[in-house]
């Protein structure tokens, strides 16, 4: 069935550090794939999308770049700050139902 | 615009009782999906209402039933509460249904059940 895979946290830089959290998925067809937020204590917030083969999104310094040969799409920001600290979920949605399938979260943790 | 809400924010219940939770979408938005997140874990689709018709199920049984109201909020109820219940309930709302269309979520109701 359609899964994420996403890399096990958690994840600890330093300030100003670059980020890369790794995922990949299994789809049939072509899926959207998302980044997902979640900030301590708080519901998920939309980080960035995208809905076809090397469409890149991209939001508050963050991107993924959707990657269909190697089914990935790896989120990246070049200089993470400690407000960045939350859990970070990818995610997909098939063109086959609405359902959204995430993988279990990356914990980040960036310190001063 | 006000975003998704969700009430109650926080709820202790027992084994065996019975538990309702609400909803109100993003104005404008007709699709509704609820999702259950256990602890350290991803969220999972229970499922979805379109213009108050189910539309699509997860793996989840037939004691997690809900409803979508003409005003496009919508309800969870559980019955016959067990202990693994115990989460945080996501509530989302999208502008319409498809592979594209992106969903919003509310900031959770979290259960636990004693």
């Known amino acids: 069935g359609d899964s994420v895979t996403q890399m096990e946290g958690p994840v600890t830089l330093s300030e100003e550090a670059f980020l890369t959290i790794n995922c990949t998925y299994t789809a049939t067809g072509y899926p959207s794939l998302f980044w997902y937020v979640q900030y301590p204590g708080e519901g998920l917030q939309l980080l960035l999308k995208?809905?076809?083969?090397?469409d890149k999104g991209s939001n508050k310094g963050f991107e993924a770049t959707y990657r269909k040969e190697t089914t990935s799409f790896h989120l990246e920001k070049g200089s993470v700050q400690v407000s960045d600290s939350a859990v970070y979920f990818c995610a997909l949605k098939t063109s086959r139902d609405d359902k959204i399938i995430f993988g279990k979260g990356t914990r980040l943790h960036i310190l001063p | 615009e006000t975003g998704v809400t969700q009430s109650p924010t926080h709820l202790i219940k027992t084994r065996g009782q019975q538990v309702t939770l609400r909803c109100s979408s993003q104005?404008?938005?007709?699709?509704v999906s609820w999702y259950q997140q256990a602890l350290g874990q991803g969220p999972q689709f229970i499922f979805q209402?379109?213009?108050?018709?189910?539309?699509g199920r997860g793996n989840f049984p037939p004691r997690f039933s809900g409803l979508q109201f003409p005003n496009y909020s919508s309800e969870l109820n559980v019955n016959a509460l067990e202990l693994d219940d115990s989460a945080l309930y996501l509530c989302a709302s999208s502008l319409d249904r498809g592979r594209g269309e992106t969903q919003y979520f509310g900031p959770g109701t979290r259960l636990l059940v004693l």
């Open positions: 995208a809905t076809k083969a090397d």
């Open positions: 209402y379109y213009r108050e018709e189910e539309n």
């Open positions: 104005s404008g938005h007709n699709t």
